[in-house]
């Protein structure tokens, strides 16, 4: 079983700057994208960054210019760095990952993190 370990949620000031992590607990035969996802209250889940094993990266409009998301894909840990923070950035921040094989045998299948909540205080 693989489990995704989030870390560096908390509360922050507007303008502020935090850095989230999620690593898998395992070692790991391959994973294809890895991100971050939100929800906020009384809001859907909705998509923050993506990031695939090569490196190509998605963003939501709003969040553009302000998250970078990044990957080391040999340590299976995807980061995503926050600056700027707005207090509409107030979420549960979920790390996902995509089509993992624990094994070269297992069939692909996604993952969730538990997630971490980022409060943004104006």
């Known amino acids: 079983q693989v489990q995704l370990v989030e870390s560096g949620g908390g509360l922050v000031q507007a303008g502020g700057s935090l850095r989230l992590s999620c690593a898998a607990s395992?070692?790991?035969?391959?994973?294809?994208?890895m991100g971050w996802y939100r929800q906020a209250p009384g809001k859907q889940r909705e998509l923050v960054a993506t990031i695939t094993r090569g490196g190509t990266t998605t963003y939501a409009d709003s969040v553009k210019a302000r998250f970078t998301v990044s990957r080391d894909n040999a340590e299976n840990t995807v980061w995503l760095q926050m600056n700027s923070l707005k207090p509409e950035d107030t979420a549960v921040y979920y790390c996902?990952?995509?089509?993992?094989?624990?094994?070269?045998?297992?069939?692909?299948?996604?993952?969730w993190g538990q997630g971490t909540q980022v409060t943004v205080s104006s």
């Open positions: 996902n990952a995509v089509s993992v094989r624990a094994t070269w045998r297992d069939t692909p299948r996604d993952y």
């Open positions: 395992r070692n790991i035969f391959s994973i294809n994208a």
